[in-house]
């Protein structure tokens, strides 16, 4: 339960500030989403960061990890994982799960967006 709880807390203030940096940067004139792009390179450079450090102090308890890689860069952008998960099947050589969750990802992803929309239209 407690794990349960950091993975909340986190991803509460991660949500929060993502919403708030979608709302100063996204803009509705270009249509170009500039704070949902910030907040998934950010989140990136930080789920990097902080699972590095980690790695490399052995500084970081399961806990600790719950609530700022899982709970607030989970909350910040998923895109933060994926980025994560990638780095870890090209770390290990494994270009094909690379390539397939990649792709797959992207593709199914955008279908499923389709498919919602549709789904709500009808």
Request: aromatic residues 18%; hydrophobic residues 50%; positive net charge.
């Amino acid at each position: 339960m407690k794990q349960l709880v950091l993975v909340f807390i986190g991803g509460g203030f991660g949500s929060v500030l993502r919403f708030i940096i979608g709302k100063w940067l996204n803009s509705n004139q270009s249509g170009i989403p500039y704070g949902t792009f910030l907040a998934n390179i950010l989140g990136s450079l930080l789920i990097g960061f902080i699972l590095g450090y980690a790695l490399k102090n052995n500084s970081l308890n399961e806990n600790q990890s719950l609530l700022l890689a899982t709970g607030f860069c989970g909350g910040f952008t998923t895109f933060s994982t994926f980025a994560y998960e990638n780095h870890l099947f090209l770390k290990s050589g494994d270009f094909t799960s690379f390539a397939v969750y990649t792709i797959a990802s992207f593709i199914i992803g955008f279908l499923a967006v389709f498919l919602g929309m549709w789904l709500a239209g009808r």
